[in-house]
């Protein structure tokens, strides 16, 4: 089947419905923008983050607005290795959006780390602990973010936190 859209198309597209909104706002797609986010996530796993960029637009415009969908934007965003403008607009409109949702920060944090960028990281995923002190995966983040700036027992505290939430579980 070919591609609906080139992927420079993919990344504007991204960029612009991050930084402004969906297109429209129809309170009749509920179905469709479900169906279309469950797509997105699996085109992640599958390791094809343009086709799941498409779909998190589609979910987002197929309305009512689907706050979720510019958090699948940003980490199809950060697969794809689109710049770091489509992340920053992507989870930010997800954070805003979803102000108690721990999972836009601790992904953010994610990927700012394999960017490079461990001091933003760590300042993404602290608010990510902000919203839910039990958040796995962000003190997964910051094990591995302290131990790569040699802060670490910063990192053996998060490591053990893990340690006691897989246990709890």
Known sequence: MPRQFSNKKVETSTLEICQSGPERRGAFGRQVAQVM???GWSKIRSGDPYSAA????SAANAGPERPDSYWGLGVAAHV???PDAHLQACFGRAQTLLPDEPGPWADHGRALDERGKTSE???RLLESLKR???FMAA?????KAY????EHEKAIVHARRVQELTRSR
């Open 54 to 57: 498409e779909a998190f637009i």
């Open 132 to 134: 839910d002190p039990d």
């Open 139 to 143: 003190h997964i983040g910051l094990a």
């Open 121 to 123: 990281a760590i300042a």
């Open 80 to 82: 794809a290795g689109m």
């Open 37 to 39: 986010m469950d797509l």
């Open 147 to 150: 131990d790569e700036l040699g």
